[in-house]
C-alpha cells in the first residue's frame, strides 16, 4: 500500500535553515509528482510546492519562492524541502503529498505530517 | 485570506444533506478542475472529489460534488456524525502558477 513517511521536523531558530524528507513507498514513485503541503497551527492548508515526477519542472508558492527548494531522488523513492531563512510565520505541520499524476494538483495519498516550529 | 472562499461552517443533523460551497475566479475555478478534501480531528486531509464530481476508488458514493462558472459545491446526503470534519475545496490557479485552497468549512453534525 502507498505510504509516506515525513522527517527531520523540528524547532529551530529564525533565519536559519531545515531540511525535510518524505520516503514513499508502495507505488513506482518516478511515475507520480509530488507534492508539500503545510497547516499552521489551527489554521487551513496551504500548497508550498509541486514536483513534477521527473524533477524537471518545479512550482512554488509565492511566499517560499527564493527560500524553500523541492527536489526528489528518483532512486531513493524520496523527495525534499530544503527550507532556508525560516520565519516564524512558516510554523506549520508540513505533508508530503502524491499527486494523481506525473503533473498535476489532485494528493491522492498523504503523510502524517511533521511538525515545524519557527522560534527563537 | 484565502483565493477560494468557502463558509466557514455549515452543520446538519443525521440523515440530512448538506452542500458546502467554493467560489473562486477565471483564473483558477472557472477553467481548470476542483478537489474536494475532508480532514477529520488530528488526522492528514484525505481526497474525497476530484475532477469536479469524480470520487477515489472506494470512495463513499454519499460524497458528490458538481462545477458551475467559477463556483463548486460539495454535497453530502445521509448525513452522519463521523462526517463532523474540515471540508476543503482547491484547484489550480493559472495567474499564480500554483495551487489554491479555500480556507476550509468546518461541519458540525448536530
Known amino acids: 500500500q502507498v505510504q509516506l513517511v515525513e522527517s527531520g521536523g523540528g524547532v529551530v531558530q529564525p533565519g536559519r535553515s531545515l531540511r525535510l524528507s518524505c520516503a514513499a513507498s508502495g507505488f513506482t514513485f518516478s511515475d507520480y509528482a509530488m507534492h508539500w503541503v503545510r497547516q499552521a497551527p489551527g489554521k487551513g492548508l496551504e500548497w508550498v510546492a509541486v514536483?513534477?515526477?521527473?524533477?524537471?519542472?518545479?512550482y512554488y508558492v509565492d511566499s517560499v519562492k527564493g527560500r524553500f527548494t523541492i527536489s526528489r531522488d528518483n532512486s531513493k523513492n524520496t523527495i525534499y524541502l530544503q527550507m532556508n531563512s525560516l520565519r516564524v510565520e512558516d510554523t506549520a505541520v508540513y505533508y508530503c503529498?502524491?499527486?494523481?499524476?506525473?503533473?498535476?494538483?489532485?494528493?491522492?495519498?498523504w503523510g502524517q505530517g511533521t511538525l515545524v516550529t519557527v522560534s527563537s | 485570506q484565502s483565493v477560494l472562499t468557502q463558509p466557514p461552517s455549515a452543520s446538519g443533523t443525521p440523515g440530512q444533506r448538506v452542500t458546502i460551497s467554493c467560489s473562486g475566479s477565471?483564473?483558477?475555478?472557472?477553467?481548470?478542475?476542483v478537489c474536494w478534501y475532508q480532514q477529520l480531528p488530528g488526522t492528514a486531509p484525505k481526497l474525497l472529489i476530484y475532477r469536479n464530481n469524480q470520487r477515489p476508488s472506494g470512495g463513499p458514493d454519499r460524497f458528490s460534488g458538481s462545477k458551475s462558472g467559477t463556483s463548486a459545491s460539495l454535497a453530502i446526503s445521509g448525513l452522519r456524525s463521523e462526517d463532523e470534519a474540515y471540508y476543503y475545496c482547491a484547484t489550480w490557479d493559472d495567474s499564480l502558477s500554483g495551487v489554491v485552497f479555500g480556507g476550509g468549512t468546518k461541519l458540525t453534525v448536530l
Open positions: 514536483i513534477w515526477y521527473d524533477g524537471n519542472k518545479k
Open positions: 503529498a502524491r499527486d494523481r499524476r506525473r503533473f498535476g494538483e489532485v494528493f491522492d495519498y
Open positions: 477565471n483564473s483558477n475555478i472557472g477553467i481548470n478542475y
